[in-house]
């Protein structure tokens, strides 16, 4: 669009300034053309700063968005850390469980050996053991204590034997709660980490869309301020394609009170002589500042800067004044509906309304306005339509 715009705005230039002093349905048609381009133009800058307003608001939703899931992310964080200190403490409990295991099991190995070697020994010695007690004893009370007192010890084996095997049943069944109790905790804290993974997800997502967002931002603002501009170049345009009717009108009202030159025909002079090469023919060509095919209204004849120019023929000066796509620049008539261009120069020499004749030095060479380099842009006129120079020209 806007290579399209500055193309436009030299051609639509360029055109009007050299149909102006000619044609004023051309010159108001450029006008109407201009106003409805600038009409456009602002339209687009409408619908860009529309969509400019709606990035904001998605972006402001999205760093809202974040900002929330931060805030989520970090009270799991915490109740992660939670889970994973109760692990922890129930790992802990496990292993005093196992050490309390272990020490019970060396107990009741304990116990069961020193019941085995005391039921040992009594089997043994059974007889001898109780004839001991018999010849021993006092009387049959005494006997019957000690055998009594055997029987007990036996007894009591056997209950420190199950009591503590009881102990070490009870330690297994806690050590298995804990178990369970871990393990139920580090199904939470599984759930809980996926939760954090996916909450990570989609503030990543987020975050990316959000950096889309911002770039698309920058490149509305950019293309905003390009709007505006281009806004501002249509608006002189239209200021200076203003300027240049008021000119024509007072160039034609001068010219009812004024004889004519008339064109005679023949050929015109060379205006830069011993300057021969063309850098640029009249017809479509690339154009050096936009890349695309556009039309060229005349030819280029390169030269240094200052080098004198020449009226190809004698007249009128119908224009000379500064132009920002022309630069300084200048147009003669002829007569008979006829004019020569000339563009581009560093100097004028010469007054509108000023009589001048074939050879005249009308200007200096230069590169003025939308130039590329110092050059004469010729360009002939005829009855408000552009034709080829080198149909009245010849650098021969």
């Known amino acids: 669009m806007r290579k399209r715009l ?3 705005i030299g051609l639509l230039l360029a055109a009007a300034l050299i149909f102006a002093a000619t044609s004023n349905t051309y010159a108001t048609k450029e006008i109407d053309e201009a106003k409805k381009e600038k009409e456009q133009l602002e339209n687009e800058l409408k619908d860009t700063e529309t969509a400019l307003n709606s990035l904001e608001a998605l972006k402001g939703d999205a760093e809202a968005y974040i ?13 992660i850390y939670e889970l994973e200190q109760q692990a922890q403490a129930k790992s802990d409990l496990i292993s005093q ?10 107990r009741i190995d304990e116990q069961y050996a020193a019941m085995k070697l005391r039921i040992q020994y009594m089997y043994e010695n059974g007889e001898v053991s109780y004839l001991s007690m018999f010849f021993g004893a006092q009387d049959m009370s005494d006997f019957l204590n000690k055998a009594e007192y055997l029987t007990e010890i036996t007894e009591y084996d056997r209950d420190m034997l199950d009591k503590l095997q009881d102990a070490k049943d009870s330690l297994n069944i806690a050590k298995a709660n804990l178990e369970t109790e871990l393990a139920e905790l580090n199904g939470l804290l599984k759930e809980s980490e996926d939760e954090r993974a ?7 997502a987020k975050e990316q ?19 505006k501009e281009d806004i501002e170049a249509m608006e002189s345009l239209i200021k200076e394609l203003e300027e240049i009717e008021r000119k024509r009108k007072e160039e034609e009202e001068r010219r009812q009170k004024q004889q004519q030159v008339t064109y005679t025909g023949g050929s015109m002079m060379w205006p830069l002589p011993g300057r021969t090469y063309l850098s640029s023919y009249f017809g479509n060509r690339e154009d050096p500042f936009t890349g695309l095919t556009s039309y060229h209204s005349g030819i280029d004849i390169p030269a240094p800067t200052g080098t004198e120019i020449h009226a190809a023929c004698g007249g009128e000066v119908a224009w000379a004044y500064y132009s920002s796509t022309a630069g300084n620049w200048v147009g ?3 007569g008979n509906g006829l004019y020569t261009v000339y563009m581009h ?11 001048v004749q074939t050879g005249d030095v009308i200007g200096l060479v230069g590169s003025t306005g939308r130039s590329t380099g110092p050059h004469l842009h010729l360009s002939v006129r005829l009855n408000g339509e552009y034709v080829e120079p080198l149909n009245y020209v010849s650098p021969n």
């Open 6 to 8: 500055l193309q436009g």
């Open 67 to 79: 900002k929330k899931m931060d805030s989520y992310m970090e009270n799991l964080s915490n109740h």
């Open 97 to 106: 469980k196992e050490a309390e295991i272990g020490d019970m099991q060396n």
């Open 198 to 204: 996916a909450a990570e997800q989609l503030v990543a």
């Open 209 to 227: 869309e959000l950096a889309y967002t911002n770039s698309d931002i920058v490149s509305k603002e950019e293309a905003i301020k390009r709007q």
């Open 332 to 334: 003669i008539d002829h």
């Open 345 to 355: 120069m560093s100097k004028i020499l010469v007054t509108e309304g000023q009589q």
